[in-house]
């Protein structure tokens, strides 16, 4: 089967989009393997799917592939893509769209300078919806709010890490480092986001703050390893920063691939991300056959 693809990036987090809007295409979770292979496939963190409007009071549907294959809540860098790629394929003359993903309705719009801001919706922190198990577990206390500790593995002497939990529609482990260039994100973040108080997998931020409204951060996606940006990994930072009074409500959000601006009133009200939406290029490609 040959598709028609665009290649894009929002703060170098990469994405194959596909036009599901005349029809699925009806691809399995090998082919989205195939496609993210930066080898011999296209290459990319997500294959991002744009899908007809499934009813009455939205305009798209939106779903979410990792490389690894498996479908996923949200992706807010994808979001900003997703609506760059509906304005410039024709698909809505609108600037502002509603999009039905996984986790519910979000709400991107493009700005007069090229940057797309996308309402992330309600931080969720119930434990149980996270989802996270917390039985057996003592809460940190901290500025009205708490943090979690975590072994790493069942060793007498593992590593125990201090997390702020949360989701953004999907779930995040957040941990605050002295230097995000040292952290140790290639050894801790696979066990964090495996870790088996996530039933759902997790993904594992490290953050450092500069001041109260600049902070670093990189975070180990799940299912996608460490990427070079994350638009829900940035939300959850800054919101998990805010709760604990360390931030400020609108924080520049430094990672590898670019800078993202997050901002969040408070408990109830929704996040706010702005970003860059690039497109890279277009393109044909023989998907085969896999099982």
Not at 173 to 183: H, P
Request: aromatic share 6%; hydrophobic share 40%; proline share 7%.
């Amino acid at each position: 089967m040959r598709i028609r693809f665009t290649k894009m990036q929002g703060a170098g987090n990469d994405f194959v989009v596909l036009d599901e809007t005349r029809g699925p295409l009806g691809l399995g979770p090998a082919q989205y393997r195939f496609l993210a292979d930066r080898h011999f496939g296209v290459g990319a963190d997500q294959i991002l799917s744009v899908r007809p409007s499934p009813g009455e009071g939205v305009d798209f549907q939106y779903v979410i592939h990792n490389a690894d294959g498996g479908e996923v809540e949200q992706c807010g860098n994808g979001a900003r893509c997703f609506m760059r790629f509906v304005h410039e394929h024709g698909l809505t003359p609108k600037r502002a769209v509603r999009v039905q993903t996984l986790s519910g309705v979000i709400e991107p719009r493009m700005g007069a300078d090229g940057r797309v801001t996308v309402d992330m919706g309600a931080p969720i922190f119930e434990p149980a919806r996270v989802p996270f198990d917390t039985a057996g577990l003592a809460p940190l206390h901290e500025n009205g709010w708490h943090k979690w500790h975590l072994a790493l593995d069942t060793h007498a002497e593992s590593a125990i890490v201090s997390v702020a939990v949360l989701s953004m529609g999907n779930p995040h482990a957040v941990q605050l480092v002295d230097n995000v260039d040292t952290a140790p994100v290639a050894k801790q973040g696979p066990l964090i986001e495996h870790h088996p108080r996530f039933p759902q997998r997790v993904n594992a931020g490290f953050m450092q703050v500069v001041d109260r409204s600049h902070v670093r951060l990189r975070v180990f996606e799940r299912g996608a390893g460490e990427t070079l940006a994350c638009g829900t990994g940035a939300c959850a930072a800054v919101v998990a920063g805010i709760r604990l009074g360390l931030l400020e409500s609108r924080v520049d959000v430094e990672t590898r691939g670019g800078l993202l601006t997050i901002e969040w009133a408070g408990d109830g009200a929704p996040v706010l991300m702005t970003g860059p939406a690039v497109t890279v290029f277009e393109g044909d490609i023989e998907v085969p056959d896999l099982p």
